[in-house]
């Protein structure tokens, strides 16, 4: 049996840096994918390609729309829902460098598409616990 207590990663980019702690016991296929791209730098130069100010920013698309990305199987893969949760999407939540989020929550964006005007950049993440790890 495999504990998933305190799994987490740190996001550097080009504002500052970003530490997530992971739900892997809640969403295990999420995160074991989400882990192993980071283990690959699959996300290392992605944008932050959506910024909603006071909701949320979105990466880790290699495109840059938001459309893109592959799984660690190739394909898409079913959502996985939990009770914690409550029928949100968020497998993670930041338990450091909210001064980072309030720094990419400044910057002018799209008021369509809410894309940023000026890129900011996943430089690289730091893996503090994987459990997947072979």
Not at 10 to 27: A, S
Request: aromatic share 12%; net charge negative.
């Amino acid at each position: 049996m495999t504990t998933y207590r305190n799994q987490s990663v740190t996001l550097h980019t080009d504002v500052g840096d970003i530490k997530i702690e992971i739900f892997c016991e809640r969403t295990p296929k999420t995160c074991e994918n989400f882990l192993a791209l980071c283990a690959s730098n699959y996300y290392n130069g992605c944008i932050f390609h959506r910024n909603i100010k006071g909701f949320m920013v979105q990466t880790g698309d290699p495109t840059g729309t938001g459309r893109g990305g592959n799984s660690i199987w190739g394909k898409k893969f079913e959502d996985e829902y939990s009770e914690y949760l409550k029928g949100e999407y968020n497998c993670y939540r930041v338990i450091d460098g909210l001064e980072t989020l309030d720094e990419l929550e400044k910057l002018p964006v799209n008021e369509k598409t809410y894309r940023p005007l000026n890129d900011v950049h996943i430089k690289d993440i730091t893996i503090h616990a994987n459990p997947f790890a072979q």
